[in-house]
């Protein structure tokens, strides 16, 4: 789910409510003209000089500075690291400082863009508006290819943080624009540049916003089993035209000239409290501007579409690549940067012996990529190519300990697993010789349950002396929080009564604390008023527990993922059919051998059956064909045992007609509740999803009932 607060998932269960939309369209897009260039005179070392040609002119954060200005109250960010820049908005940050009457020194500092030949029609700089900074002497010059001074114009006493203007005539054949900044509103500060590029950027709400229809699905590549997954995602859009702005014939318009594929597209879906939900960033196809009607329509695709039209490949044999390489080498060569794209780790444990590839799209690549470890390939509602493995990096987390006992696996606290494989016997007085303690097993033993043990053992009232246990889990992508479910020894009856959770962001900046005293549960759900949407760390201290002279034994600790609740008060239509095509009881995987000169050997195949699901059903068998990335027998033998596991059996799918709120995404799991009597309560894995706003919020979803 979309990170929100409590309130935004109230408003959009509330029975009256205002469901909000906006779109942006960069008609002039420096993502897509690949000539533009940015190049400071200086800069600081958070730096993002790029992000003044990106047409983002608002900072989230008021970020740090060790120019005397940092407060500890709260109000300040540190900067966000390179891998999340396309997350937070920095913009350039120049290197001197201003003097006491805020004027900066000569060489000053100088902001340069160059592009290809473009007419400007405006001047736009955007200083700080979190620090609310901004230049208040600055000049501005434009450049023509032979490096001719087209226009200049200097300001001085400017007092605003974005400041802009529209010029009598167009400059023409512009290929560069100089930013000189001479003086800045506070004094002993650097220049801070949030955008400077004049793009053509219009954003539609209200009544401008005729309607948008988003469509979010997962495209099977594996014939009829929902695996090796990757997304088609779409937006239509319809906007007012009342004043002909939309015309092709209209020279007068800002627009003349600039409907054009491939203009980037973002949406917003919000609420009244202030909240928006990105829908995703798109690229444009042709326009339908009628005559015959005051509606000008466009339809989008995401980054995934663009890459079906361009091609990838490689010359001669790569040895022992990696599918993480691999998808890495596919990207880069699709000229997109390290910010618009994410790998999971886990694709580094595929190794590929020998791999040569027929040139084909890089689209086709990634889906083979997708197949041969199981995984999924999409655009995350922020624009960037995520490409995960068989565990969705949300699921993903990082454990440490203050202290562990020899038998602790801590690693153990995240697998769902909540009852430990028997009650283990310790040397704290506890073992009793009746026969219901087993010895605990050795740490190279597998498929034992134990959790984490810690070492320390409780006073005669159940303390411990401090430094206490403590439990520490962080999260490889920062998450929504609503409740954290913390499992003591079910088998032994133990678990912790006085503890204290506190959860922080990636800057270590603590968002939420839960301190728990008289806890009688051993399974205990802490609920977490804040609903803290950026947490990557939590940590649990315990205090006290709940047998004296015992060590602390957690089984589990992790969050509980919310799961939006669908009663029959929400949704207009409902069906659950079976969806006997994906599920198969026989499963055959091909593997084609390459040698080491990149010739093809013999294909192989291993096949799994399911004896008993094919007496139940008869014979359902999937064939999966050979993927120049599945070369061994071990890697299909591993794929195969996956994927009957997974479709032995038949599952009910679900289609729905509802309200919709647009924090869900693909992935998600929601509870729907049937108002038929004697019907059950069910759970679904969204596997599409179509949201439709024209003034008012609806959607249709499809899911997969979980077993």
């Not at 002039?28 to 200086?42: G, L, W």
């Not at 608002?58 to 940092?70: E, R, T």
């Not at 696996?409 to 310790?426: F, H, K, L, W």
């Not at 799961?563 to 949704?571: G, N």
């Amino acid at each position: 789910m979309y990170p929100v607060t409590k309130q935004f998932m109230d408003l959009m269960k509330a029975d009256k409510r205002r469901v909000l939309a906006r779109v942006t369209i960069d008609y002039t897009d420096p993502f897509i003209d690949q000539s533009i260039t940015t190049v400071v005179s200086e800069e600081n070392n958070i730096s993002r000089p790029a992000q003044t040609a990106d047409g983002i002119g608002d900072v989230l954060y008021k970020w740090a500075s060790l120019d005397g200005s940092w407060v500890l109250d709260g109000t300040y960010h540190l900067a966000p690291p390179k891998d999340m820049q396309t997350q937070y908005q920095i913009g350039w940050w120049g290197a001197q400082l201003a003097g006491e009457d805020g004027a900066f020194a000569d060489p000053y500092p100088t902001l340069i863009i160059t592009h290809a030949p473009r007419p400007v029609h405006t001047l736009r700089v955007t200083g700080d508006s979190a620090r609310y900074e901004w230049p208040t002497e600055f000049t501005i010059a434009l450049y023509g290819a032979d490096d001719t001074l087209l226009y200049s114009e200097t300001v001085i006493q400017n007092a605003q943080v974005n400041w802009s203007r529209v010029l009598a005539a167009p400059v023409v054949g512009v290929v560069k624009q100089v930013l000189t900044v001479t003086r800045w509103s506070h004094p002993g500060r650097q220049a801070k540049i949030i955008e400077f590029f004049t793009s053509i950027q219009e954003t539609y709400e209200g009544e401008a916003l005729i309607s948008l229809r988003l469509l979010e699905e997962r495209e099977t590549s594996l014939g009829g089993l929902p695996v090796g997954a990757i997304s088609a995602n779409e937006i239509e859009i319809a906007l007012d035209n009342s004043d002909r702005r939309f015309d092709a014939e209209n020279i007068q318009t800002p627009l003349a000239n600039l409907l054009r594929p491939n203009r980037r597209i973002r949406a917003w879906l919000g609420a009244e409290n202030g909240e928006w939900i990105p829908l995703g960033v798109f690229w444009s196809g042709d326009w339908s501007v009628s005559d015959n009607e005051i509606i000008a329509r466009v339809r989008g695709w995401d980054w995934l579409e663009q890459l079906r039209h361009s091609k990838y490949y490689r010359e001669g044999v790569r040895h022992n690549l990696s599918l993480y390489e691999l998808a890495e080498d596919v990207l880069t060569d699709a000229g997109l940067t390290a910010d618009e794209y994410w790998i999971a780790d886990e694709l580094r444990e595929y190794i590929i012996p020998h791999l040569v590839l027929q040139p084909q799209s890089h689209r086709e690549v990634l889906r083979q990529i997708a197949e041969a470890c199981l995984g999924q390939v999409y655009c995350d509602r922020h624009g960037v190519i995520r490409i995960e493995g068989t565990k969705p990096i949300v699921e993903q987390y990082l454990v440490d300990v203050s202290e562990s006992a020899v038998i602790a696996r801590p690693e153990q606290i995240t697998d769902g697993i909540e009852e430990p494989t028997a009650r283990y016997a310790s040397l704290d007085g506890s073992w009793v010789l009746d026969g219901t303690y087993a010895l605990a097993p050795s740490p190279e033993q597998e498929g034992y349950q134990v959790g984490w043990w810690g070492e320390t053992l409780a006073g005669a009232d159940g303390t411990f002396s401090s430094p206490y246990p403590t439990l520490t889990l962080e999260y490889l992508t920062p998450k929504a929080v609503a409740t954290v479910r913390i499992v003591g020894d079910i088998a032994r009856g133990e678990y912790p009564v006085d503890f204290i959770l506190r959860l922080y962001d990636a800057e270590n900046t603590l968002l939420a604390t839960r301190q728990m005293s008289g806890n009688d549960q051993v399974v205990a759900d802490i609920d977490i008023p804040e609903n803290p949407t950026t947490v990557a760390k939590i940590v649990l201290e315990i205090y006290r527990w709940s047998h004296p002279g015992r060590q602390a034994k957690i089984l589990e600790m992790l969050d509980v993922p919310l799961r939006l609740k669908i009663t029959p008060d929400d949704y207009f239509r409902k069906d659950t059919p079976a969806k006997y095509g994906e599920m198969a009881n026989c499963i055959i995987v091909e593997y084609q051998p390459i040698d080491e000169n990149g010739q093809q050997l013999p294909v192989g195949q291993i096949m799994l059956r399911d004896e008993q699901s094919i007496v139940e059903h008869g014979l359902l068998a999937y064939k999966l064909s050979a993927n120049p990335l599945i070369q061994t027998a071990e890697m299909a033998q591993k794929i195969a045992e996956r994927l009957l596991a997974s479709f032995g059996d038949a599952r009910r799918t679900l289609e729905l007609d509802w309200r919709g709120n647009p924090a869900l995404l693909l992935g998600d799991v929601v509870t729907v509740v049937d108002g038929r009597p004697n019907s059950r309560t069910q759970n679904y894995v969204i596997v599409r999803q179509e949201i439709e706003y024209a003034g008012a919020l609806s959607a249709k979803l499809s899911g997969r009932r979980m077993i």
